[in-house]
T-cell receptor, first 115, second 114 residues
Framework: QKEVEQNSGPLSVPEGAIASLNCTYSDRGSQSFFWYRQYSGKSPELIMSIYSNGDKEDGRFTAQLNKASQYVSLLIRDSQPSDSATYLC???????????????FGKGTHLIIQP | DGGITQSPKYLFRKEGQNVTLSCEQNLNHDAMYWYRQDPGQGLRLIYYSQIVNDFQKGDIAEGYSVSREKKESFPLTVTSAQKNPTAFYLC?????????????FGEGSWLTVV
């Protein structure tokens, strides 16, 4: 069974600093990796997706993937209080072309941005 | 607006009662999913469907049932066999041809046993 591991936190970061969130996964066949943000009582919203080794940047967010180490990370630059949420790492399997058996989620890291 | 609509947002179930959560999408997505989330926990897959009239069990299917009679609809029934149904239920979908098979979520349904 696929496993996705995250530090549950809370991770406390001062406003304006860089928040670094980490995730490891067990299935070497995984090809698609996602970061979702979830506010309390709300559904997850997609922040970043990454499919190949290296960095992918989108605004203040950077996703990093290292398939050899089975490691995914999310960096949030210039952290804002509105970034305070739970961040879920999710991994798909090796199925080509679609969602197939769905995503396997980590339990999430609770991020707190201190004003 | 395109999206995934779940209803009801809040639902109360009595012991021994079956309840059905609705999920409708107008995104023309092929695959649909039901996840369950318990407080402080990640999401766990209950059932998924890749095409109409076909669906597969996820990790925690016991006590649940689904149907996929239309591409747009994937209702979830929580049966009396589910002994601990109080949770946040999330419906999601993706297009099989969509790049990277990104999954999008509805707003969720809260189910409480009373």
């Amino acid at each position: 069974q696929k496993e996705v591991e995250q530090n549950s936190g809370p991770l406390s970061v001062p406003e304006g600093a860089i928040a670094s969130l980490n995730c490891t996964y067990s299935d070497r066949g995984s090809q698609s990796f996602f970061w979702y943000r979830q506010y309390s009582g709300k559904s997850p919203e997609l922040i970043m997706s990454i499919y190949s080794n290296g960095d992918k940047e989108d605004g203040r967010f950077t996703a990093q993937l290292n398939k050899a180490s089975q490691y995914v990370s999310l960096l949030i630059r210039d952290s804002q209080p509105s970034d305070s949420a739970t961040y879920l790492c999710a991994v798909n399997g090796g199925y080509s072309g679609g969602g197939a058996d769905g995503l396997t989620f980590g339990k999430g890291t609770h991020l707190i941005i201190q004003p | 607006d395109g999206g995934i609509t779940q209803s009801p947002k809040y639902l109360f179930r009595k012991e021994g009662q079956n309840v059905t959560l609705s999920c409708e999408q107008n995104l023309n997505h092929d695959a649909m999913y039901w996840y369950r989330q318990d407080p402080g926990q990640g999401l766990r897959l209950i059932y998924y469907s890749q095409i109409v009239n076909d669906f597969q069990k996820g990790d925690i299917a016991e006590g649940y049932s689904v149907s996929r009679e239309k591409k747009e609809s994937f209702p979830l029934t929580v049966t009396s066999a589910q002994k601990n149904p109080t949770a946040f239920y999330l419906c999601a979908s993706t297009g099989i041809a969509a790049s990277g098979n990104t999954i999008y979520f509805g707003e969720g349904s809260w189910l409480t046993v009373v």
